[in-house]
């Protein structure tokens, strides 16, 4: 490929990369496509072997995106929100104007660093005067690829498509204004509360000077105040108080629109956290605790603004409404199984070692949390048929099983008895999680007096069973 002129490779770059989207796209084609980019890519890089290394080049690159911390959330929003930056964008902008674009002040700079006769005021005064530096071509290359079809999609190969080119503006929109941005974030509380924004007005008067001198970065000023909000739903009442009219309507043709975009977006955020949470968080409890939070933010939403008013709006919240019920539907579902799994005596392999399954345990403390969740979110999550069947399974599952492990033991001894012990722990822990701590404290009593009888001669119902009986009388 070397033979080629760039005119050449930059056509080639664009097939390959249409040919990605297609269905059964040949392997090689990720690995050819990246030999045809970096044939793209200009050979002037910095050099790795500059005094301080690779670890005060990467202090160099924190302290250059410092300003940009209010503005960064991991997650890739399905429609991304105009001051929200993507982190991990980050390191593909540093690489760009590292080797691209002020690849000469970024070496001085660096080299600076490394020098330990260098204090650290003046490399703080050269990191600033390199974002300033920055901030300057940055707005020359978007204004080049604005005017130029093949500069933006050398940039949209580099920063990640339309998408990175976005993230790109937002940055460079960020340290251009950082001579009176972030005197205005360090004017605003560390955590703003529901109150402050909704009835005080020191944050609203900072923030109405600030709409009023910079219009454009409203939506910059709103990203900030979501991510120190304590009740990020509170800013649509916010919003209203800026515009002088709560109406939906009013809201959205105003110049505050983006407040209430922004609490949409962090709807949409933690769809995404709780999805997550589902697929790849081992903690059980943190799918729960994502659904919880998103619950607040809705209800918070839904009682301060009638959606049904505002098209757009509505529409984002009700898809991610969807997908997370969606997704809690097929926990529900799986509760029963999962709960009677967890409740399984371990079996002992052939060297007598006891099989202990925690990952079934870990599965079942989820569910049961996320029952005990949407049980009082029935208002956000379409779940209330299955959340119904499902509650009456698990409670019916848990108590006659946990009765009947306790019961058991009694009966067992030796080596059993220490499976059988572990399965009624897990059991009255479990039991815990969804019953609570009295109904799990009788149990615990039930289990000690099992352990010390031959049998259970017990008469009667059990106390376990008219607890459970009572508990479930309140419900």
Not at 288 to 316: F, I, P
Not at 356 to 374: F, G, N, P, Y
Request: charged letters at 30%; proline letters at 4%.
């Amino acid at each position: 490929m070397q033979s080629l002129s760039p005119k050449a490779v930059e056509a080639l770059v664009r097939n390959l990369e249409q040919a990605k989207l297609k269905k059964g796209e040949d392997p090689q084609i990720q690995f050819v496509l990246a030999a045809a980019v970096g044939l793209l890519r200009k050979p002037q890089v910095v050099s790795p072997d500059m005094p301080g290394g690779e670890q005060r080049r990467s202090q160099i690159q924190r302290m250059f995106f410092a300003p940009l911390e209010d503005f960064l959330i991991n997650e890739t929003l399905p429609n991304r929100q105009e001051g929200r930056i993507e982190r991990a964008v980050l390191e593909r902008v540093w690489k760009w104007l590292s080797r691209d674009v002020i690849a000469t002040d970024v070496q001085t700079v660096l080299e600076q660093a490394g020098n330990a006769k260098v204090s650290g005021e003046r490399v703080d005064a050269l990191v600033q005067a390199l974002r300033t530096r920055a901030a300057d071509a940055i707005a020359e290359a978007l204004h080049n690829a604005e005017v130029s079809e093949k500069e933006r999609r050398r940039m949209g190969i580099e920063l990640g498509g339309e998408r990175g080119i976005a993230e790109l503006r937002d940055i460079q929109k960020v340290f251009a204004a950082e001579r009176w941005l972030l005197p205005f974030l360090q004017n605003l509380p560390e955590h703003i509360n529901e109150h402050r924004l909704k009835q005080d007005y020191d944050v609203l008067r900072l923030v109405e000077k600030c709409s009023a001198r910079f219009p454009d970065h409203v939506p910059v000023i709103a990203a900030a105040l979501v991510e120190r909000a304590d009740t990020p739903s509170a800013l649509c009442s916010f919003a209203g108080r800026l515009n002088g009219d709560d109406d939906p309507k009013a809201i959205a043709n105003s110049q505050f629109a983006p407040f209430v975009d922004v609490v949409m977006s962090e709807a949409e955020r933690l769809q995404i956290l709780a999805l997550k949470h589902r697929n790849h968080n081992p903690d059980p409890v943190a799918f729960s605790q994502a659904l919880s939070e998103y619950h607040s933010l809705v209800r918070g939403v839904e009682r301060d603004m009638d959606l049904s008013l505002s098209g757009k709006w509505h529409k984002q919240l009700s898809e991610t409404k969807k997908t997370l019920s969606g997704e809690i539907t097929r926990e529900l579902n799986n509760a029963h199984g999962a709960i009677r799994r967890a409740l399984q005596v371990p079996k002992r392999d052939r060297e007598g070692k006891l099989l202990l399954d925690q990952a079934s345990v870990d599965e079942a403390v989820r569910t049961l949390k996320v029952v005990t969740m949407v049980r009082n979110a029935s208002e956000t999550f379409a779940v209330n048929d299955v959340g119904k069947r499902t509650r009456q399974a698990v409670e019916q599952t848990l108590e006659i099983v946990t009765r009947s492990l306790i019961s058991d033991l009694g009966k067992a001894k030796g080596q059993q008895l220490e499976a059988q012990l572990i399965a009624a722990d897990n059991a009255i822990m479990l039991s815990e999680v969804y019953f609570g701590a009295d109904y799990a404290a009788q149990l615990r009593r039930s289990r000690q007096s099992a352990i010390t009888k031959t049998k259970n001669g017990a008469s009667g119902p059990s106390p376990e069973r008219k607890l459970v009986a009572s508990a479930l009388g309140k419900r």
